[in-house]
């Protein structure tokens, strides 16, 4: 049974910084990714890491965003710095891709995801 659990989430101001969590278990090491979703758009990829530790990341976080896994605490983070008010959205983390970088930013792609987490950015 997967079970991903996801913190960290909060209201900052636009600049400030925040830091999720996602908390894993039941899986060995898998593709995981963060995605995110703002009322009334679709969930869109953040920032996805391949099991050989390979970065990728959307244009609209590249430089702000970091993604990473501390494998023996089975917990997939996301640093997020300089944030703006177009990052407020409810954040998932997602686990067990394919691993197809044509794919690794799309939600379809997953199997298994989180109940969320809410970011919330004000100006």
């Known amino acids: 049974q997967v079970q991903l659990v996801e913190s960290g989430g909060g209201s900052v101001q636009s600049g400030e910084s925040l830091k999720l969590s996602c908390e894993a278990s039941?899986?060995?090491?898998?593709?995981m990714a963060w995605f995110r979703q703002a009322p009334g758009k679709e969930r869109e990829g953040v920032a996805a890491i391949d099991v050989d530790d390979t970065l990728i990341y959307s244009d609209s976080v590249k430089g702000r965003f970091t993604i990473s896994v501390d494998n023996a605490k089975n917990t997939l983070y996301l640093q997020m710095n300089s944030l703006k008010p177009e990052d407020t959205a409810m954040y998932y983390c997602a686990a067990d891709g394919s691993g197809d970088y044509q794919r690794i930013l799309s939600p379809d792609d997953y199997k298994n995801w989180g109940q969320g987490t809410q970011v919330t950015v004000s100006s």
């Open positions: 039941g899986i060995p090491k898998y593709v």
